[in-house]
T-cell receptor, first 113, second 115 residues
């Protein structure tokens, strides 16, 4: 089956840099996604990595190492509004060619002033 | 473009009852997926529909079912509700197609409480 591990909580101060790690075990791996969810809100898509390396989108970057079954989300210049839950999700198939998302349990990021 | 809408937003039901939740995807999106979110388990995949056909299914009992209409709107039904079904039910839409779904757009969810 699939399993994903990510820290349950991370705290940091405004302006700092934080890295949220995600390790996974899966078969039929397509790629790794990250979603952000504010309290009471809907998850929103942040990034997707299918190939090894770093993808940068503004203050957020996402990294993938397929050989290590590992990825991380890097948030720079933290702002209070970044306080949210961050989910890594593996896109993988289980016999279907279409694949589906398997989510981790989420990391609660708290940014302090 | 309007986002994904879900109705109702909140629902309180009694154990043993059944419930139907509705989801309208983003215009032009043909794939709708359903997830159950609980504090302990995170987001658990229920099923995915594309062009009125169920393409993928998670590991939930048969009490959980769904369907999709020709306009891509989707409903999910839970029969014989149990206390453990209390959760946030999220619907996500994507443009779909032949390949894996990379980016999904989530609705605000329906908060179901079973008493």
């Amino acid at each position: 089956g699939q399993s994903l591990e990510q820290p349950s909580e991370v705290t940091a101060v405004e302006g700092a840099i934080v890295q949220i790690n995600c390790t996974y075990q899966t078969s039929g791996f397509y790629g790794l996604s990250w979603y952000q969810q504010h309290d009471g809100g809907a998850p929103t898509f942040l990034s997707y990595n299918a190939l090894d390396g770093l993808e940068e989108t503004g203050r957020f970057s996402s990294f993938l190492s397929r050989s290590d079954s590992y990825g991380y989300l890097l948030l720079q210049e933290l702002q209070m509004k970044d306080s949210a839950s961050y989910f890594c999700a593996v896109l993988a198939d289980r016999g279907s060619t279409l694949g589906r998302l398997y989510f981790g349990r989420g990391t609660q990021l708290t940014v302090w002033p | 473009k309007a986002g994904v809408t879900q109705t109702p937003r909140y629902l309180i039901k009694t154990r043993g009852q059944q419930v139907t939740l509705s989801c309208s995807p983003i215009s032009g999106h043909r794939s709708v997926s359903w997830y159950q979110q609980t504090p302990g388990q995170g987001l658990q995949f229920l099923f995915e529909y594309f062009s009125e056909t169920q393409r993928n299914k998670g590991n939930f009992p048969g009490r959980f079912s769904g369907r999709q209409f020709s306009n891509s709107r989707s409903e999910m039904n839970v029969s014989t509700l149990e206390l453990g079904d209390s959760a946030l039910y999220l619907c996500a839409s994507s443009s779909g197609g032949q390949g894996p779904i990379v980016e999904q757009y989530f609705g605000p969810g329906t908060r179901l409480t079973v008493t």
